[in-house]
């Protein structure tokens, strides 16, 4: 069973700080994706990643995939209260083309102003 | 980019009714549409995927007759919780999948179901 350990779970922050979020799994993933998602509202895709090694960068928010394509992180660069949510990652199987997504527990943040 | 629409956002149903839950890709094919529960502060449980045309699978643990989902055409699914009850009070997500993206699901908006 492939399974994604998100860590942590919690974080609460004041503006201007620094943050990473860390998705890791003894399996491989064919994907990996990062996901926002606000109170009452659907998870909105920031990225997908699919090649071990890679790095991407969206403004202030810098994604990577390890090389093994085993983990994976997400670093935000001096937060901002719109930072504020619950960010998902989330493994593409390389196992079957099922489409389904292994999804990590999730880590609350929450930047103070 | 891919669209996908949830109705109605929100339902509010007595215990025993029966609740229907669109999922509809505005701008592109969904060949598979997926299932999701969610929890508050929780991440997402997917309880099944559909394939267009053919029988949902279920994920372990998931009644699939108190869960129906039907995937008649390649921009609607539906999910119809029967005979409710208040546990089964939750938030449903539905995602797509499909042509050109097919390593991505995009999500809908979520339906806030609650059972009285």
């Known amino acids: 069973t492939q399974l994604l350990e998100q860590s942590p779970q919690f974080l609460s922050i004041q503006e201007g700080e620094n943050l990473t979020v860390y998705c890791n799994s003894s399996?491989?993933?064919?994907?990996l994706q990062w996901y926002r998602q606000e109170p009452g509202e659907g998870p909105v895709l920031l990225v997908t990643?699919?090649?071990?090694?890679e790095v991407k960068k969206l403004k202030r928010l810098t994604f990577q995939f390890g090389d093994a394509r085993k983990d994976s992180s997400l670093h935000i660069t001096a937060a901002q209260p719109g930072d504020t949510g619950l960010y998902l990652c989330?493994?593409?199987?390389?196992?079957?083309?099922?489409?389904?997504?292994?999804f990590g527990q999730g880590t609350t943040l929450q930047v103070k102003p | 980019g891919a669209v996908v629409s949830q109705h109605p956002s929100w339902v509010i149903c007595k215990s025993g009714t029966s609740v229907k839950i669109e999922c509809r890709s505005l701008?592109?094919?969904?060949?598979?549409m997926f299932w999701y529960r969610q929890f508050p502060k929780q991440s997402l449980m997917l309880m099944a995927t559909?394939?267009?045309?053919?029988?949902?699978?279920?994920e372990q643990g998931v009644e699939k007759d108190k869960f129906l989902i039907n995937h008649a055409s390649l921009t609607l699914s539906t999910l119809t919780v029967t005979s409710a009850h208040p546990e089964d009070s939750s938030f449903y997500i539905c995602?797509?999948?499909?042509?050109?993206?097919?390593?991505?699901?995009?999500f809908g908006p979520g339906t806030r179901l609650t059972v009285l």
């Open positions: 995602s797509a999948r499909g042509y050109p993206s097919y390593n991505e699901q995009f």
């Open positions: 989330a493994g593409g199987s390389g196992s079957s083309n099922t489409g389904k997504l292994i």
């Open positions: 559909s394939n267009e045309g053919s029988k949902a699978t279920y």
């Open positions: 399996s491989v993933f064919s994907s």
């Open positions: 990643v699919v090649t071990g090694g």
């Open positions: 701008d592109f094919q969904a060949t598979t």
